[in-house]
């Protein structure tokens, strides 16, 4: 696989790494709580944008690819977090298998 090339100086948005922790309600259910794994740096770009309707509330759906130096423990599960935004990730890999960098396939929801 030919190696991807990556400006080193785009990563520059500061993002938390959150995981989210989810406890039993004791009914059934769970209380999901979220809590920080690390700051790091990233180079995020929007990719697409559609509205969809969920019951009564229109929301808007953005997805980023979001770039950042790779590291373990990174999972489809977890978030990114700059300020009030939300950036759930949905895939991770690593761009060129060379233990660079992580390429996270992530989308946010907005009212």
């Known amino acids: 696989m030919p190696l991807e090339f990556l400006d080193p100086g785009k990563l520059r948005t500061p993002l938390q ?10 009914q059934g259910g769970v209380e999901r709580s979220w809590h920080t ?5 990233a180079y995020v770009e ?3 944008g559609t509205a969809r ?5 229109d929301e808007n759906l953005i997805t ?5 130096r790779y590291r373990d423990g990174v999972e489809a599960d977890q978030r990114f ?6 950036f759930d990730i949905r895939s991770v890999h690593d761009v060129d ?3 660079r960098y992580l390429l996270c396939l992530c989308e946010e929801v907005t009212p």
């Open 53 to 57: 309707s969920r019951g009564s509330r």
């Open 64 to 68: 980023h690819r979001v770039t950042i």
């Open 37 to 41: 794994v690390t700051d790091l740096f």
């Open 97 to 99: 298998e060379t233990k």
């Open 81 to 86: 977090v700059r300020n009030e935004r939300n």
């Open 46 to 48: 929007p990719t697409n």
């Open 17 to 26: 790494l959150q995981s989210r922790n989810d406890v039993s309600d004791g």
